[in-house]
């Protein structure tokens, strides 16, 4: 990348600071664009979801991983309990989405209570594993809440697994029906809503050696780091993640040597720094790939409590300049609220960039649902230095030790995190990322994400230069 004029400024910038103009391109169609990330970490496009507990679990990952992202388990989850994640994520369809089942005997309050969990909106009433019916939201309004779904469900319209996808499409457009169950045989494999089936045509699933979706894992700096990296590789996990807020101190880097030689072939990511000796200093250590950014993530309170971080756009660019010189990549972390901000990241030279309270607002966030009492849904989220994270981190200590862990926060321990109505799922979040982002390569006259970050030219913009670019709903 190149600064407009040739003139790099003379003072750090974040995403909102920099815009980038269009070159002469030869690519003539977005659909020419190919987004697999150069990080040779398995993704097929550059989102990886932030380790964070509020945010990230098994719905989160199969459903990122399926479209070809990545979402990385956070550290404080057991490690036998992320080796059951990572088996059942790894035991999803790569291709349809895991349905809601119930029995025909189970009531509509039940089922109200899970629809949500999933952005497909339906329950599947199955009966000896063969799919009898299908209940939706509309459904189950207006009748008592201890009906029986026997009584509300409509018979489902069923697709064999292995239809051609623009069929499936057709078909169910054609029915008038969003969701249906896939079957082999009479056995439920799977569900596939008609976005599904337009996604699958359009991504390619993030998927290990043998095919299975691709799962990450964090491990912190404290304790047996090389144990317990040794224990998510043998529940197959694909990626490790050496997470710290400090990660240029010596701690951190033993951590990252200690995981590098348990690791063998599978790639290691380790951070956060945000300059270039903190990313060579990981990299000498093991690191394939070094996670960049200090202070920008929306529940972080690190910079306003220590003044330490640096703005995201030149924290990224220093240390990408450093970790590719040496055949290495880095991950963007934090400060992404906009899809700009991805294509603004890889410009900069990050090879993934990672998401996290963006994607709190979903159904597949690893919170509960709430209403805010206005019909308005949101979930909550926390930071995972907040007091809150910080508590549960340290449960195993005694409770001085806690409560004076709890006075280093850095992060927020509660906030609402709203869905939107109009992109309530994760999904709906990634199509609008990678729309921008294909969009940004075609005016960059890039096809992949390397071409994007050699050929970007980038200028630095006014407060009032960022403003004329955000959309005016109303009149003014
Ligand atoms: N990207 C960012 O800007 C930040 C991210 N986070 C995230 O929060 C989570 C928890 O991270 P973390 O707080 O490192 O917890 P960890 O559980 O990973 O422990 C951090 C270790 O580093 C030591 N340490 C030394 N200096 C610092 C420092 N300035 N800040 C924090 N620890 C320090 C701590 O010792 P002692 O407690 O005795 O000081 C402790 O032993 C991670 O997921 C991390 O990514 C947290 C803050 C910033
Ligand atoms: N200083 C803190 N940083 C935090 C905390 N929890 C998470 N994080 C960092 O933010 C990113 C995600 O950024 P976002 O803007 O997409 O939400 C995450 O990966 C961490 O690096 C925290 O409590 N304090
Ligand atoms: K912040």
């Known amino acids: ?53 509020a945010i990230s679990g ?38 349809y989405d895991t349905p809601i089942t119930l029995d025909p005997s189970s009531t509509v309050a039940e089922a109200l209570s899970l629809m949500h969990k999933r952005a497909h909106g339906v329950v599947v009433v199955v009966r000896d594993g063969r799919p009898v019916g299908v209940v939706t939201d509309g459904a189950c309004q207006g009748v008592d809440r201890f009906t029986q779904l ?51 045509a359009l991504y390619q699933p993030a998927v290990d050696a043998d095919g299975f979706l691709l799962t990450s894992a964090a491990v912190g700096i404290n304790g047996d780091v090389a144990g317990k990296a040794g224990a998510l590789l043998a529940s197959g996990v694909d990626v490790l993640v050496v997470d710290t807020a400090h990660g240029h101190q010596e701690k951190a880097v033993e951590a990252v040597r200690a995981v590098r030689a348990v690791a063998g072939s599978t790639p290691v990511v380790a951070g956060n720094v945000v300059t270039a000796e903190g990313t060579r200093d990981l990299i000498a250590a093991g690191a394939d790939v070094v996670k960049v950014g200090v202070g920008p993530g929306a529940m972080c309170t690190t910079r306003m409590m220590t003044g330490v ?78 007091a809150r994270a910080v508590k549960a981190r340290t449960s195993a200590q005694n409770g001085f030790e806690r409560a004076r862990a709890g006075l280093f926060e850095e992060g927020i321990s509660s906030s609402r995190m709203y869905l939107d109505p109009a992109r309530p799922g994760v999904e709906d979040l990634i199509d609008q990322i990678v729309a921008g982002v294909r969009s940004s390569c075609t005016y960059a006259g890039a096809r992949t994400v390397d071409q994007l970050h050699e050929r970007a030219v980038l200028g630095v913009q006014s407060a009032a230069g960022y403003e004329e670019g955000r959309p005016l709903p109303t009149s003014w």
């Open 309 to 386: 971080g640096r703005p995201q756009f030149s924290a990224v660019e220093e240390c990408a300049a450093a970790a590719r010189a040496l055949g290495k990549h880095v991950w963007a972390d934090g400060g992404v609220r906009h899809p700009r901000d991805v294509a603004l990241a890889l410009a900069a030279g990050a090879a993934n960039v990672m998401v996290g309270s963006w994607f709190a607002g979903t159904y597949e966030s690893a919170g509960d649902i709430h209403d805010d009492g206005s019909g308005r849904m949101y979930k909550e989220s926390f930071g995972m230095a907040s």
């Open 58 to 95: 098994r719905r989160m990952a199969e459903t990122v991983a399926r479209r070809g992202g990545l979402a990385v388990l956070p550290q404080d989850i057991p490690v036998d309990v992320v080796g059951e994640v990572v088996s059942w994520v790894k035991s999803r369809h790569p291709v």
């Open 150 to 200: 026997a009584q509300v469900m409509t018979e489902p319209l069923t697709v064999p697994a292995g239809t051609d996808l623009p069929k499936i499409f057709d078909v169910l457009s054609e029915e008038r029906v969003n969701a249906a169950p896939v079957v082999e045989g009479d056995r439920l494999v799977g569900l596939i809503t008609r976005t599904g089936a337009l996604r699958s």
């Open 1 to 53: 990348m190149r600064f407009l004029g040739g003139t790099r400024p003379a003072t750090d910038l974040t995403y909102a600071d920099v815009f980038m103009v269009p070159n002469h391109s030869t690519v003539g169609s977005r659909l020419e664009v190919d987004l697999t990330t150069p990080d040779r970490v398995g993704t097929t496009i550059p989102v990886v979801v932030a380790n964070m507990t």
